[in-house]
């Protein structure tokens, strides 16, 4: 995720980062553009989606070569991460049950 948004300036955090780092990294302007950034072009002119990128990076060839679990989960932890709205940037059960449901369902339909 981090190398997909570097053009970005979307800077590193450490998941046993404090509680102000934390806001401070999730307030900060590059991470919220990261976030809205999510599930959008690259460039205009070709489909190919930041989300899409992370994903080809994950795994050669992207979606494609991955389970849909797997792709659910890829998916949502980039969302808990750089959500502005989310506290957190670790991942736990509790964290990420809700989102990844979100995902799974929607492959699905």
């Excluded at 950034?37 to 994950?58: A, C, G, Q, R, V």
Aim: with cysteine; proline share 6%.
């Amino acid at each position: 995720m981090f190398s997909v948004f570097r053009d970005c300036k979307l800077s590193p955090i450490n998941s046993n980062a404090r509680e102000s780092e934390i806001r401070a990294w999730k307030g900060d302007v590059a991470t919220k553009d990261c976030f809205k950034k999510l599930f959008k072009k690259i460039n205009p002119d070709n489909p190919e989606t930041y989300m899409s990128k992370i994903l080809e990076n994950l795994w050669k060839g992207g979606k494609k070569n991955g389970a849909k679990m797997q792709i659910a989960f890829a998916i949502s932890v980039c969302e808990i991460v750089l959500n502005p709205d989310n506290p957190f940037v670790s991942i736990n059960e509790d964290i990420i049950k809700p989102v990844l449901t979100k995902y799974l369902v929607s492959f699905l339909n």
